[in-house]
C-alpha cells in the first residue's frame, strides 16, 4: 500500500480590466442592497433585482476576454513553509511580518495547475515566476485580495474533518 496525499485545489478568476470589474462589483452591490429592500411581484419576482443579475451576468460575459481564471493546487507543507520563510521579516521593527506579495509571488507560479485567459490556455512564458510576479505587481487590492485569499486558503487553513466527524456523531446519535 503507497500513502498518497491528495492537496486541495481552487479557481481564482481576476478580470485584469479593472474599470470592468469595479462595474461588476458596483452592480452587485446593487443587487444586494435590491435583493433585500425592494418588495417582490404577486408572482414572487424583483423586476430590479433581475434586471440587475442580467446586467451582471452581460457584463461578465463582456469582460470574459481579459478574465483570468487560475487553477491553484495547495502547496505541501515544506513547500508552503519555505514560501513564507522567505518572505518573512527577519530583523528591525518589522520583525516576524509577512510580506503577502512576496509569499504570493514565490508560491503563485508552483501552485498553478491550470490557467486561461479568455477560455484560452494561457501562454506558457506567462507563466513563469518573473511573469507572475510582473502581474501581481500590477494589481490592484481588489484584484489582489481574492487570489491572496485563496492560496491563504489552500495553504494556511487548517482543515479539521475529525472535528466535523465528532459534531455529525452527537448530531445523529443525541436521541440514542
Known sequence: MSLAVTLRTETVAIILDQDKAEHINQLGIRLAQASTAEPTTETGSNPLASGLAKQIEQASKDAMPQTLELT???????????????????????????????????????????????GQPADDEDLTPDALGNLLDQLTDGQFTPLWQAINRLNGTAADPKAATDLASKVLHRNS
Open 72 to 118: 491553484l493546487r495547495a502547496l505541501p507543507l515544506s513547500k508552503w513553509q519555505q514560501c513564507v520563510i522567505s518572505n518573512t521579516n527577519t530583523s528591525g521593527p518589522m520583525r516576524g511580518t509577512q510580506d503577502m506579495l512576496g509569499t504570493a509571488k514565490t508560491a503563485l507560479a508552483q501552485m498553478i495547475v491550470s490557467a486561461t485567459l479568455a
